[in-house]
């Protein structure tokens, strides 16, 4: 549009100079830059953000621009006034646009005739200011909108990059922290028994050698994405870590273990739940109940938690806000509470036949946590 409209005033220079009258080319190059200026201006992403007061300063200086230099000096440049029209169509919208497309038609006649020209003549004129303006608008609008699909293509790019760290973060912590964290316990726990129960020492022994192999395991479904937890094989493994440290375990509702996406959630849940019993919690006794339905739900219960100084928040733990993220994704909710007599519980819902969705909504804020507890596993062991 720039190197158009500067064609144009350069063909009217020339008519200028080709006339014995010659007029004042030191008007024409004083205002024709200004012209330019307000046409990018007009024409760029500030221009629907204008507002109807200040497009109508901009567009009514864009008139005196043109039409004054015309009127006043004799300056030459036909169908400039298609400019003005243009922005005044896409500037100012609705009413007032199309009232300023009209006067500047009007003045294109106005101006045609001031020149000197036939009827025929400035009818041609009109006309090329009509087609140049709505020509003119099209391009600016249809500059607009490439610029917003750009912008947005760009945030969408951004997004799917968060969201993909945020996954791996997750997977992250889900599959493999877990895994290393009852590794060290267990590590902890041989350190001890070396030398005084060697029996028991190879017996977790045997369990680091098959928690490794699970860790390697879920290494490579986080690789290939292709999750195969199963909340049956999870609470098997809850039940041996727990008993092994002198956690009494019951289970009601184990025929409702779901599967599918409320399976994979729930196994997660119980890997997170168990890391934490046993990292921020004195805990005896662990009651983990299953419920199925057109919601299935999973609570974990167990003794020995403290109330916090302060309620906990979306941002508080980790693990938990994976959990809260994942089950929102699915469209179920993660809740946690702690009771006057230290009982923590953590339920999760996930509706039948979930499917992952997107969301950008937070976490769902959970209500407490569980006290700091040391990792020293062995008292419980002994």
């Not at 409320?262 to 004195?282: D, I, K, Q, Y």
Request: hydrophobic content about 45%; some cysteine; charged content about 20%.
């Amino acid at each position: 549009m720039t190197t158009v409209q500067c064609g144009i005033g350069l063909i009217g220079l020339f008519v200028m100079l080709d006339v014995e009258s010659r007029p004042d080319v030191t008007a024409w190059l004083a205002f024709l830059p200004g012209i330019v200026a307000l046409q990018m201006l007009h024409s760029s992403t500030v221009g629907p953000r204008l507002g109807l007061r200040w497009g109508l300063c901009t567009v009514g200086l864009q008139e005196v621009l043109i039409y004054l230099p015309s009127f006043a000096f004799g300056v030459q440049w036909p169908g400039m006034p298609g400019f003005a029209a243009a922005c005044a169509l896409v500037v100012l919208r609705g009413w007032p646009g199309n009232v300023v497309f009209a006067a500047n038609v009007a003045g294109a006649w106005a101006l045609g005739r001031d020149s000197g020209l036939s009827f025929g003549e400035t009818a041609c004129v009109t006309a090329v200011t009509v087609v140049i303006g709505l020509g003119v608008s099209a391009l600016i609008q249809m500059a607009w909108r490439l610029g917003r699909i750009s912008r947005m293509e760009s945030g969408i790019v951004r997004g799917a990059a968060q969201d993909e760290r945020e996954r791996i973060a997750r997977d992250l912590h889900d599959l493999l922290a877990s895994r290393l964290t009852i590794v060290a316990l267990r590590g902890e726990m041989v350190d001890r028994y070396v030398g005084e129960q060697d029996d028991r020492a190879r017996s977790e022994l045997r369990h680091m050698m098959g928690l490794t192999r699970e860790v390697l395991r879920d290494v490579r479904s986080m690789a290939y994405e292709c999750w195969d937890l199963s909340p049956g094989e999870e609470l098997e493994n809850v039940r041996r870590v727990l008993s092994g440290v002198g956690v009494e375990v019951s289970v009601a509702g184990e025929e409702d273990v779901a599967d599918g996406e409320a399976g994979l959630l729930f196994a997660v849940t119980l890997r997170e739940a168990m890391v934490n019993l046993l990292r921020h919690s004195t805990a005896t006794r662990c009651h983990i109940t299953f419920r199925g339905g057109e919601k299935a739900e999973l609570r974990v219960r167990n003794d020995g938690a403290e109330k916090p100084t302060r309620q906990a928040g979306p941002a508080s733990g980790l693990g938990l806000g994976n959990l809260a993220a994942r089950a929102a994704a699915v469209g179920g909710s993660c809740t946690a509470s702690i009771s006057r007599d230290g009982w923590y519980t953590l339920t999760v819902t996930c509706p039948a036949g979930a499917r992952p969705k997107r969301t950008s909504s937070p976490a769902t804020p959970l209500l407490a946590q569980s006290a700091p507890r040391p990792l020293d596993p062995v008292p419980r062991a002994s």
